[in-house]
């Protein structure tokens, strides 16, 4: 399979270069840039609901310009559109920014350039996971516009409240469409995590051992074994609740009497669809986390000119992060009513992922102890990576309490907790790895003092945002309030609201540091050296400007693992994977 | 609207630094000063700034304590809760040293080993005894997290209600709640969703209002024959009338059935007491609620008693705690003449989600007791209603189902 069509060098037309193609980089770039458009709308969301959060009741011209007169009469948000919107902002960033987007991208870009394959095992089913996600991102857009609006009902969406239109206005058509859209995005994320697990298993090239693969590509190929997986429960979880709100059955419905009248359906139980929602819901944590943590291995340690410390226990950390996900769903639901020894036994599981989690952490400082680290803004995010992911994860140890969970469940501290060791850590990644691997994907390099400023003020923020809300959640503030003003008990946190809205505000304004620089550099940005980091993988080794097959001549040979940083004895301080052992010379991975 | 104002201008000043480093970029270009990897001053300058981060970010975590600390919750108002809050105290106290200890390392690390071409990195690729280490370590403090934290888990929910425990069912929808006590015989009489109506909101069932509710589907039935014979044959309306009609006949069914209940059964509702917008309980003495929903899921949240279930449509769900201090103690501890303990609704359930709240009391047992005896049982309350109500019929049928009770 390593060897083959090496001359494969046909003229292409434009729209089999850039629109339907199946090169693995362009549908890397389509993924980012339409991932890019949906964080966007997602941003503008939360800045929007942030105003009314802010300064609660208060009028804004921009609502109204957003929202019209319908949703935000007189600049003031309805409080409809409100849960629409927190709903909206859920389902784009945690789906189409973080799975979509994130994995998208760099499973595409990364797999076969650093497992030194030609292409995916199959270009056409990656195109088509790339049209599923385009297609479910276009009728998620669409949900918008409908006359009553979005699904607006979280965006774990549970029944009965998103699968009677009685209940509220975004359970009619809006709901519809959100379950079209997550019907298809599962196809896609199936059609994609089903390739990148056949291509890591059978087109690594020669001498590319599992135990030589960049962490990386450990972390996308577990990712897409927990999508695969896990994907398909969420479908039948759709699919039993599109019965439920358009076929009549009582699958997550009982004794209902709503709108003034008796609903006959009896025997469903909305308990279901949490156990099918989470069992999809908590591997999902780790199908955002795992690329992050995957890209920011990479990054920390080519920067840090030193190997990534403890190899081998973070491949067995990912592996057994990657078990546990499947075994902890139940510490969402500890005050469902579900049996009171189940949420032991599900506090437990989840406070055992707090050991590899923990191990990760250690090792990434580890490998910057004695480094020699080069401060591009890949690595400053990488380092932020980090910082979320432990300030996250701290507060993890207390939400799995089931006890613990009792006063602080759907507060706002689950709210700074899962936006910081989720949201947070995998944006930081994610940037890191488009400031990283940006010359590789467009042969440009992006602006450095652009990428600082975009830094600093994104890191800044970020913090400014869910930190404070810690505070809240503590004080006994429940998430998803479009107001806090009818109780007199949370009068003293109006501050924290507002400061929180200015972060948020300045944070989302600060993206387009980002946006620009990317789309600058794309064009007028100064061209890329060959391997402009100086980093031992191998997608440095193709040219500069991108040629289908990926590699002129013959596919590389692999001699070593991936960190050979600073190897004493070797005149550079990196030794590509591609230069073969010295004799008498460990590779450091291999003993 | 001055605020929109200020952070518009912020971000104008952001795109216009943004826009001159664009031009000063251009012009170090011309002179030929650009370089794929950072500068050494580059390097030096965002490594001070990994510590200028630390200090802010630990300054911004002490100044949220000092300014926010005492805002927060007040002392757990529930027996289980002071425990609670010990856990959490605990729990606190190791993760704020883990988070202070780690962040230290991370961003000194990157301070000190700031790139200098003159030097090679270490050559470290793992040490097994680190590792051990620092999984060991995590593992011993998770065992004792998880110990302590299952054991009150296990103390809060799975201990017996004692016997003599005030029972109340709180029973959301959208957006209010009611609160039902279980009355002097302690036992919450049996209900049912299709027993809903305008005088009996949490379908109850009592004999009375069984022949109410019959009557009452009834005369509804009766009008949809009436309706059906009026409307044009064919049409839709003769259709959506023939549907409501073989609805109701099921509801019909499914409600007489509720006459194979023991008498015994149907009697235990009488005693039972409604109360909206407040409930009391008495201090000292164990508090056993259950939960139902109407139509979507609530969760019944009390932060002051650390107490928290979700209410779920089709199923009945429990918590129970003992209070220890009442409303009026509370007022004198916070120094706050207006405080209330408080019941808000924490699932997301519909537009008014964020104002679904019940107030509730804390008094001594005796005071409890005198308030109890002064509510209306639900047999009571429904009498003169029904008496008072329009419906013919309706009326007609319950001074029947009077008489026979």
Request: glycine share 8%.
């Amino acid at each position: 399979m390593a060897t083959g069509h090496t001359d494969h060098h046909h003229e292409e037309t434009f729209i089999s270069k850039y629109i339907f193609s199946q090169d693995h980089k362009m549908i890397s770039k389509q993924f980012l840039i339409t991932g890019m458009i949906m964080a966007v709308i997602g941003m503008i969301m939360s800045s929007l609901f942030r105003l009314q959060l802010g300064w609660q009741g208060e009028s804004f011209w921009i609502l109204n310009f957003f929202l019209g007169d319908k949703w935000a009469p007189d600049g003031i948000l309805d409080p409809n559109m409100y849960l629409a919107l927190v709903t909206i902002h859920g389902t784009i960033m945690v789906f189409f920014l973080l799975t979509g987007g994130l994995s998208g991208t760099f499973a595409n870009l990364l797999i076969p350039f650093q497992i030194g394959a030609r292409d995916m095992a199959s270009g056409f089913m990656n195109m088509l996971s790339y049209w599923f996600f385009l297609a479910s991102s276009v009728i998620m857009i669409v949900s918008l516009f409908v006359e009553t609006g979005p699904a607006s009902g979280g965006w774990t969406v549970y029944p009965p409240l998103s699968a009677l239109p009685q209940a509220m206005p975004g359970s009619g058509l809006g709901m519809t469409l959100w379950l079209a859209s997550m019907s298809l995005f599962i196809v896609s994320s199936l059609l994609g995590g089903l390739n990148y697990v056949v291509t890591v298993i059978n087109l690594r090239t020669k001498g590319m051992t599992m135990t030589r693969l960049p962490l990386s590509i450990w972390a996308l190929f577990v990712t897409a074994i927990l999508g695969v997986l896990s994907f398909p429960v969420l479908f039948s979880a759709a699919l039993l609740l599109i019965f439920d709100r358009s076929f009549g059955t009582a699958f997550y419905l009982s004794d209902i009497h709503i709108a003034g009248e008796v609903m006959e359906r009896t025997g469903g139980s909305p308990i279901l669809y949490e156990h099918l929602f989470w069992f999809l819901g908590h591997p999902e944590v780790y199908i955002v986390l795992l690329p992050a943590l995957g890209i920011t291995s990479e990054v920390i340690a080519t920067n840090s000119r030193k190997p990534i410390f403890g190899y081998r226990a973070m491949i067995g950390s990912i592996l057994a992060i990657a078990f546990l996900s499947f075994i902890v769903w139940g510490h969402h639901m500890f005050l469902t009513g579900m049996n009171p020894f189940l949420g032991a036994v599900f506090t437990f599981t989840t406070l055992l992922i707090a050991i590899p989690s923990a191990v990760k952490a250690f090792n990434y400082i580890t490998t910057l102890w004695k480094g020699n680290i080069r401060f591009t803004p890949a690595m400053l995010f990488s380092i932020a990576m980090v910082s979320t992911f432990i300030s996250g994860g701290v507060t993890g140890i207390i939400l799995a309490d089931s006890a613990l969970d009792i006063n602080l469940h759907d507060t706002y501290f689950v709210v700074a907790h899962f936006h910081i060791v989720m949201g947070l850590s995998a944006v930081m990644a994610m940037y890191a790895g488009v400031y990283h691997w940006f010359p590789k994907m467009y042969g440009k390099m992006m602006n450095r003092k652009l990428g600082y400023a975009h830094f600093w003020t994104t890191f800044v923020c970020a913090y400014g945002v869910f930190f404070p809300q810690h505070f809240l959640g503590l004080a006994g503030v429940p998430r998803r309030y479009y107001s806090n003003s009818e109780f007199p008990i949370f009068d003293d946190l109006i501050s924290i609201n507002e400061m929180v809205s200015i972060f948020a505000i300045i944070g989302a304004i600060s993206q387009f540091i980002f946006i620009f620089n990317f789309f600058y550099s794309m064009f007028k940005g100064p061209r890329t050296t060959q391997n402009p980091w100086g980093s031992n993988t191998l997608e440095w080794t193709t040219p500069i400007d991108p040629i289908h097959g990926n590699w002129p001549g013959p596919l590389p040979t692999v001699h070593r693992w991936a960190y050979d940083y600073s190897k004493p004895g070797k005149p550079e301080d990196f030794v590509p994977q591609t230069v073969p052992l010295e004799d008498g010379e460990f590779d450091g991975g291999g003993h | 609207m001055t605020i929109f104002l200020i952070i518009l201008s912020i971000a104008l000043a952001v795109l216009a630094v943004g826009q001159l480093m664009r031009v000063f970029e251009a012009s170090s270009q011309l002179k030929g000063g650009t370089s794929v990897l950072p500068t050494d001053a580059e390097n030096k300058y965002q490594a001070k700034m990994m510590l200028v981060f630390l200090a802010a970010y630990f300054s911004f975590f002490a100044w949220l304590v000092a300014r926010y600390g005492d805002k927060l919750l007040p002392e757990s108002a529930s027996e289980h809760g002071v425990h609670l809050d010990n856990l959490l105290d605990f729990n606190f106290a190791i993760i704020t040293v883990v988070f202070a200890i780690t962040h230290v390392f991370l961003f000194y690390f990157a301070f000190k080993y700031v790139f200098n071409k003159d030097r090679k990195a270490y050559y470290y690729t793992h040490s097994n005894k680190l590792e051990l280490l620092w999984t060991t370590v995590p593992a011993i403090f998770l065992a004792v997290i998880v110990i302590w934290g299952l054991s009150e888990w296990i103390d809060i929910t799975m201990d017996e209600t004692p016997n003599d425990a005030v029972v109340i069912e709180l029973y959301p929808k959208q957006f209010d709640w009611t609160a039902r006590y279980a009355g002097s015989d302690s036992t919450l009489g049996a209900s049912n969703y299709m027993m809903i109506s305008g005088t009996n909101p949490l379908g109850v069932i009592t004999n009375q209002t069984l022949e109410g509710r019959i009557a009452e589907l009834e005369t509804e039935k009766a009008d949809y024959q009436i309706e059906l014979e009026k409307a044009p044959k064919g049409g839709l309306k003769e259709q959506e009338m023939i549907e409501k009609i073989e609805k109701w006949d099921r509801i019909l069914a499914k409600v007489k059935s509720f006459n194979d209940l023991d008498e015994a059964n149907r009697s235990l509702g009488n005693d039972d007491i409604i109360v909206k917008s407040e409930f009391v309980i008495p201090r000292g003495k164990e508090v056993s609620f259950k939960f139902r929903s109407r139509d979507v899921i609530h969760s019944a949240y009390m932060p002051h008693f650390r107490a928290q279930m979700n209410c779920v449509p089709g199923m009945v769900t429990e918590f129970h705690f003992k209070s220890t201090i009442t409303t009026d103690e509370m007022r004198e501890k916070t120094q706050n003449e207006e405080f209330d303990y408080i019941l808000l609704c924490n699932k997301i359930c519909g537009a008014a989600h964020y104002n679904m709240q019940m107030n509730i009391k804390v008094v001594e047992e005796e005071e409890f007791n005198k308030w109890m005896q002064e509510q209306e049982t639900f047999a009571e309350s429904i009498a003169p209603a029904e008496q008072n109500g329009t419906a013919n019929a309706n009326q007609e049928a319950n001074v029947i189902s009077m008489i026979e009770y």
